[in-house]
């Protein structure tokens, strides 16, 4: 069965291109390819030439762990000293 969009209501692609992952990260496409390679983030490599493809799910996931490991820094690291002893 098949269905037709909806007018006027955008749906957003389930797997996005690492220029993709690097426009919403704002960092550089090698960046996102290193971070994909490396492992930091979930990937997936799709069809003859192995193109690599991110799941939008995966990317909300990367963001929300990188926030938590910030803040983590963040409290480990802080500005000034809490006790100005």
């Known amino acids: 069965?098949?269905?037709?969009?909806?007018?006027?209501?955008?749906v957003e692609p389930r797997f996005l291109l690492l220029s993709?992952?690097?426009?919403?990260l704002n960092v550089s496409d090698s960046q996102v390819y290193h971070?994909?390679?490396?492992?930091?983030?979930p990937a997936i490599k799709i069809g003859g030439?192995?193109?690599w493809r991110v799941e939008?799910?995966?990317?909300e996931e990367?963001?929300?762990?990188?926030?938590?490991?910030?803040?983590d820094w963040v409290q480990g690291n802080p500005l000034v000293d809490r006790d100005p002893e």
């Open 1 to 10: 069965m098949q269905t037709t969009p909806t007018p006027g209501v955008s």
């Open 20 to 24: 993709d992952v690097a426009t919403e």
């Open 62 to 71: 990367y963001i929300t762990r990188k926030y938590a490991e910030t803040a």
């Open 35 to 41: 971070m994909v390679r490396s492992g930091e983030l």
């Open 49 to 51: 030439r192995g193109q």
């Open 56 to 59: 939008r799910a995966r990317l």
